[in-house]
């Protein structure tokens, strides 16, 4: 992700009734929350995905670009939590 941050991501969203949301802080740093319960498991991981993008104000060619990038990850690993070893 050349160029963008990494956002924080928490559930669920303080918003009742809301599957996403996203914070800006004051020192930059930005905050994704996704609501988990009751969701299919792609449905979180496109919310978790596309707060990506909307944490960086990704548009056109830049967020197409990431969003393919995320799924081929996810799509590579069969849905299975990555190691960070």
Known sequence: ?????????RSPPRTVGSDRALRRRAD??????VR?????FVAVVADMIEG??????FEGAAAEDLRRRCW?????TQGQVLSAA
């Open 52 to 57: 990506t993008i909307a944490a960086n104000r």
């Open 72 to 76: 081929c990850a996810i799509d590579a």
């Open 28 to 33: 930059g740093s930005v905050s994704v929350a």
């Open 1 to 9: 992700m050349s160029g963008g941050i990494a956002p924080s991501f």
């Open 36 to 40: 988990l319960s009751g969701r299919p």
